[in-house]
């Protein structure tokens, strides 16, 4: 039974669309995160959300829009994709007062 | 300088061998110290937790924090080619209840036959 789970796994796009990558968790955690991988492994914090409050938002273009319509589900919407916008996005979740975090499978993001 | 040094490899191991894999960082508030290891196109996945300066051992997995230095370590015993994976450092100060993690950029591991 997966944890966190993304949808889609790919996503193959052209430069100036919008495009939307789901992502639930069935752990009852209150907080859940996004990051973005870039190609050198690098992994950033974009976004957190905490009983559907914002309260991270680390120098994210606001191209980037994070959509929680309920404490189970984090979505990401990004509007006019840019190349560089290419890679693998990671949603993750946290319980209250907890340290792990349990991360999705990922989105592999290709911006053409 | 980055908050969080971590050399990215890849490093080469024959089975058996014992691997170190380490991370050097600059901000003294870190508190929290982990270890994730991410398969390739799978999502991390925490293998080690630790709190305070000393080791913490799991099974052929030990974790060492050095606060005084700056240095976190994990050591691999009698490495195994299913070890083959990125390892990535993580570390955390917690502020005002919010856990905001930094990951070093992660090592890449591979144990050959």
């Known amino acids: 039974d997966t944890a966190v789970s993304q949808t889609p796994k790919y996503l193959v796009t052209q430069m100036g669309n919008d495009k939307s990558i789901k992502c639930e968790q069935n752990?009852?955690?209150?907080?859940m995160y996004w990051y973005k991988q870039d190609s050198k492994k690098f992994l950033k914090i974009m976004f957190s959300y905490n009983n559907k409050e914002l309260i991270i938002n680390e120098t994210v273009p606001n191209r980037f829009s994070p959509k929680s319509p309920d404490k189970a589900h984090l979505n990401l919407h990004i509007n006019s994709l840019e190349l560089g916008d290419s890679a693998v996005y990671f949603c993750?979740?946290?319980?209250?007062?907890?340290?792990?975090?349990?991360f999705g499978p990922g989105t592999r993001l290709t911006v053409t | 300088q980055k908050e969080v040094e971590q050399d990215p490899g890849p490093l080469s191991v024959p089975e058996g061998a014992i691997v170190s894999l380490n991370c050097t960082y600059s901000?003294?508030?870190?508190?929290?110290f982990m270890w994730y290891r991410q398969y390739s196109r799978k999502g991390p996945e925490l293998l080690m937790y630790t709190y305070s300066s000393g080791n913490k051992e799991d099974g052929r997995f030990t974790a060492q924090v050095d606060k005084s230095s700056k240095y976190i370590s994990l050591f691999i015993r009698d490495s195994q080619p299913s070890d083959s994976a990125t390892y990535l450092c993580a570390m955390s100060a917690r502020a005002g209840g919010s856990y905001i993690p930094t990951f070093g950029r992660g090592t890449s591991l591979i144990v050959h036959p």
């Open positions: 752990l009852g955690h209150d907080t």
């Open positions: 993750a979740s946290l319980a209250a007062g907890g340290d792990e975090q349990y």
């Open positions: 901000n003294s508030a870190f508190q929290y």
